[in-house]
């Protein structure tokens, strides 16, 4: 009986995921793709970098990993919301790594201490969304986090608070705002990775805002992600 009454409720919502997939097809994602990258604005680049990160098949993996520097990533195939942004502005030139880890040597103090550590770690310290949040407001744009669609623009950075026992509700949610797909393209959707890798959807408000960030850091912060043989290392370590 409830099983039949949950099926129920659920009907309607069932062609609207399907609509939503459909529309973020490949071919449509590759149009937008295209379109982001023949402008010069940083930001719609940085859009299309996001785009990309979705045809990467990518395992929710919050480890620990001893990581090169600069330019240190794990292993391709896993990652979690904040890998996505990272790959995603490495991919433009910034090396959100290296800035955040220069930053915290500088003014640890300033940055939130949560995790009981005493100085800064270039392994990690990147990867969690609160270090991300102080940054990108000492050297961004803090934006209203408002429910207008218009008050955000292609590019902008979101953290979200998760309201329920998601994998990254203890340590907030982070994404990159993007066009939507096809006839939806005037549209403001998310690329973010909320456990089943990076994915390309309409869901800006579904979740409690906690910040809105512009980022779009001056030529002379740019640094090209460093190539390096060196692979990371899963650690125990926090």
């Not at 940055?111 to 990867?127: A, C, F, S, T, V």
């Not at 969304?129 to 407001?137: A, D």
């Not at 902008?156 to 026992?165: A, F, I, Q, R």
């Not at 939806?184 to 408000?205: A, T």
């Amino acid at each position: 009986m409830v099983l039949a009454i949950g099926f129920f409720y659920l009907r309607p919502i069932i062609p609207f995921l399907q609509s939503q997939r459909a529309q973020a097809s490949a071919a449509n994602k590759q149009k937008a793709i295209e379109s982001l990258q023949s402008s010069t604005e940083f930001a719609k680049n940085l859009a299309a970098a996001a785009l990309e990160r979705t045809s990467k098949a990518v395992e929710y993996d919050p480890g620990y990993y001893d990581l090169p520097y600069p330019g240190g990533d794990l292993p391709s195939h896993k990652g979690v919301s904040t890998d996505l942004v990272v790959r995603s502005y490495r991919a433009v030139g910034v090396d959100l790594q290296k800035l955040v880890h220069e930053d915290m040597s500088a003014h640890f103090r300033l940055y939130p201490q949560l995790w009981e550590r005493k100085g800064p770690d270039r392994n990690i310290d990147h990867r969690r969304v609160p270090n991300l949040q102080r940054y990108f407001s000492r050297f961004g744009k803090v934006l209203e986090n408002s429910h207008s669609l218009d008050d955000y623009e292609i590019g902008d950075v979101v953290t979200w608070n998760l309201p329920y026992g998601a994998a990254e509700q203890a340590g907030g949610h982070i994404g990159i705002v993007v066009p939507g797909p096809g006839a939806r393209s005037n549209e403001k959707w998310v690329v973010h990775n909320i456990g089943s890798g990076p994915e390309w959807e309409d869901k800006l408000f579904d979740y409690e805002i906690a910040g809105h960030f512009r980022f779009e850091p001056l030529s002379g912060t740019m640094t090209a992600a460093a190539d390096s043989k060196a692979g990371a290392t899963l650690s125990t370590s926090p």
